[in-house]
C-alpha cells in the first residue's frame, strides 16, 4: 500500500489553504480525507453550491437532546474548506475522518450524567468535547497548531520556536511563516518536521487531563483507522488534510490497527443529525471562546483575497481604513495613504520581512491615519480585523420544516438576517410592518431574539411605531431546531410554547406579561388559553403583590391593543377583577412593612394606579380611589404610603387642598417622629417638586415643619430629606432654592381652573380620530 501524503494545516490559516491549494495541483491526489465529522460527508457536494457562501458551520446534533450539539466553522481561507472544494471539483473522493459526533456526543452526555448525579470525572466518563453549546463557536475536531502544552513556560511550544528565530511569540512567527506565505508542498515538509519535532519534546504532557488525552486519543485512533480504510480500497495518491499537531499522532504513529480497534470498541453511540448552517467572522474569533479561534479572521480574508487578485495587501488594506474612516467624517487623504504606504514598507523592510503584516499596517495607521488616536483604531479593528461577515447556505440544504418557514417568512418580509446590528422603525399602519412585528414578537416567544425592544426613540407604547434594535446570532439556528418539537410553523410552535409556559408560570405578573407577548405576537389560540389560564390563577391568587403586579400588563393590552389591530376585549373582564381585587387587598398589604418593603412595595402601587388610569373604567377607579383613602387614614400603614397615597389622591382630584393640608399638618405636626414624618413627606413629593413649587400652602406646612425642628431631630431627618430632594431634576432644585430665597410671601397664587369652550375643543377630535385610526 502507498503511504498518504500528510498536510498538517492550522486550521482557518490563509497560507495554509494557498500551499496546500498548490500542494493539491502538483500531487493530484486520488482520495482526500479531512478531519472533521464523518457525520457531514453526505453535505461535502454542497460545498462547491453558489449559494454556499463561507463562513459557514457544520451544525451536529442529538435530534433527542438539542442541548448536546457541536459546531465546525469553516472560512473560504480554511485549508479544510478548499482540500474539499478541489475535492468535489475534480471528483474526487473526499471523506471526514474525525471521530464521529455521534461518539462524542454520547461521551459528553455520560459525563454529564456522571456528574448531575455526584460521580465526578469518573474512569472511563468522556471530557467535554471542545465543541460546546452555543452562543461559544465550537469544534470539537479542532486541535489548534499553536495549542501549547502546560508544560511550556509561556504556554505556546511554538514560542520555543520563534524566540531562536527571534520573533516575541509563536503567533507573529506563525503569521510570518506560514499564514503570509505559499510555498506549496515544501511548506508542509516543513511544518511536519517541527511539529514532530516539538511533539516527540513534550509527547503527551500537552493534555489538560487524562480526559483530555483519552479524547485526543480516541480522535486520533479513528484517524487512522479511516486511513487504513482508504489505504485498503487501492488508493495510490491519498492526502490528509489534519490539525498539524496531530502529525505526531498519524504519519509517526507506531500503534497497530488491532491496538486502535481495541481502543475504538464499544464506544457509547447516540443518533446524530447535520446539516449546514451560516456563521460569522465575530464567532470565528479567539475573543468568542472558540477552542481553534484566530486572532484577526477579517485580516485573513483579505490575506487570502489580496493573493487571489494579486493586490498589494498594504494599499488594498490601507484603502479599507480610508473607506472606514470617510464613512465616519474622518479626515483620510490621499497623501495620508500614500505616507501609510511608505511607512508600513519601511517597517517590514527594517524588520526583514517581505511584506507589511497587520502589525506593520496597524502602526502605520496610528501613527500616519489616526495621528496615535487608539479610539479610532477600535473600530478599525472591529470592523476590518475581526469582520461582520455573515456568510449563506443554498436553500436545499437539509433544515427542519420550523427553519424553513421562519427564512420563508424573512424572504417575503424582506427582513434579511445580519450579523450587524440594525435599528428598525416599525409603522404598524403597514401590513408589511405589522407582519414583521409579528414575527419578531413571535420568535421571542420561542427564545429567539433575533430582534429586542429598543428602550429610546419613539415608544411602542400609545404610537403606531416599534423601534426594534436587530442581530442575527448562528446559535439562532440551534433553537430553531429545539423549538421545532412546539410545531411545524412560526405560529403552531408559539402558540404551543406559550401554552405550555402559561401552565408552568408561578406569578401574575407573569401571566399578564406573558398574555401582552401573545397578543402582540398575533396569536388568537395562545390569547385564549393564556387569560384562562391567567383567570384561574388569579381566581386562588390572595397576594396583594402579584395582583398588583399584574395590572400594568394587561392595562397595557386593553387600552393599546386596538391600535395594533388586536383584539384586546377578551382581557377585559380579567383586568376589572383583578383591579377590584387588587383594591380590596391594597390597604392591608402596606400595613406591617419595613423600609425596604415599603419601597418596593411604592413602585408596585405606582404602576397600578397608572394601570388603573388606562384602565378608565368608573367602577374600577370608583374601588381603587376609596381603597387610596382607606390607606391614607390607615394609621397601622407604613408612612411612605400613607404620603403616596395622599399625594395621588391630589393628583386626581380626589381630596381637596384643604383636606391635603390637613394630612399635611397631621404627618408634619411637631409631635410627629422625625423619620416617620420625612417618610410620609418622602412618599408625598413623590420625587415630583411641582407640587411644592406651586402650592403656597403646601410650601408653608414643609417650610413650618423643618423650621420648628430641633438640631437633635434635624440631624436625623436631614439624611432622608436630602434624599428625597435628591431626585428631583437640577431644574427643580434650582426653582425650589430660588423660591426659598424668596420666602413665603412670594408664594404663588392658586390658579383657578381656565373656562373652556367646549365648541372650540372638539374642533381637532374628527381628525385626531383619522390619525388614530379610531372609530367614533
Known sequence: MSEPHYFGVRHHGPGCARSLVRAFEALQPDCVLIEGPPEGDSLLPLVVHAGMQPPVALLSHAPDDTGLAVYHPFAVFSPEWQAAQWAVNAQVPVRFIDLPVAHGLALEKARREALQAGAGEADGVEEAPEAATPPTATDDTSTDTTEAPQTSPDGDPLTWLAQAAGYADGEAWWNHMVEERGDGEELFAAIAEAMLALRAEWGEERHRSPEHARREALREAHMRQCIRAAQKEGFDRIAVVCGAWHLGGLQGSKTTAKADQALLKGLPKLKVQSTWVPWTYRHLASASGYGAGIDAPGWYEHLWLSHESRQPRAVGWLARV????????????????????????????????????????????????????????????????????????????????????????????????????????????????????????????????????????????????????????????LRLIEASQWGQTLAQAATARAIDHSQRADHLAELSQLVDRVLLADLAPAVAAVTHALEGRAALTGDALQLLAALPPLSNVFRYGNVRQTDASQVGHVLDSLIVRAAISLPLACSALDDDAAEALREKLLAAHAAVGLRQGAEQTDAWQRALVQLARQTSAHELLQGVAVRLLLDEGVWSADEVASALSLHLSAGAEPARAAAWLDGFLNRNAVVLLHDAQVWRLVDQWLAGLNEEHFVRVLPLVRRTFSAFGPSERRDLAQRASQGARAAPAATAHPTWDEAHAALPIPLLRDILGLTA
Open 322 to 477: 480610508a473607506r472606514l474612516m470617510r464613512e465616519r467624517d474622518l479626515d483620510c487623504s490621499s497623501a495620508h495613504l500614500i505616507e501609510a504606504t511608505r511607512l508600513a514598507d519601511a517597517l517590514a523592510a527594517l524588520r526583514q520581512r517581505p511584506a507589511p503584516g497587520l502589525e506593520e499596517l496597524h502602526e502605520a495607521s496610528r501613527t500616519v491615519l489616526t495621528m496615535g488616536d487608539e479610539s479610532v483604531l477600535r473600530f478599525i479593528e472591529d470592523a476590518l480585523v475581526i469582520g461582520d461577515r455573515l456568510g449563506a447556505v443554498p436553500p436545499d440544504v437539509p433544515t427542519v420544516p420550523l427553519q424553513r418557514d421562519v427564512e420563508q417568512a424573512q424572504k417575503s418580509l424582506r427582513l434579511k438576517p445580519e450579523a450587524t446590528h440594525k435599528t428598525l422603525d416599525l409603522d404598524l399602519r403597514s401590513a408589511n410592518d405589522l407582519a414583521r412585528s409579528h414575527l419578531l414578537h413571535r420568535l421571542n416567544l420561542l427564545d429567539v431574539p433575533w430582534g429586542t425592544l429598543a428602550k429610546v426613540g419613539r415608544s411602542s407604547r400609545g404610537t403606531f411605531h416599534e423601534v426594534w434594535n436587530l442581530q442575527w446570532q448562528p446559535e439562532f439556528v
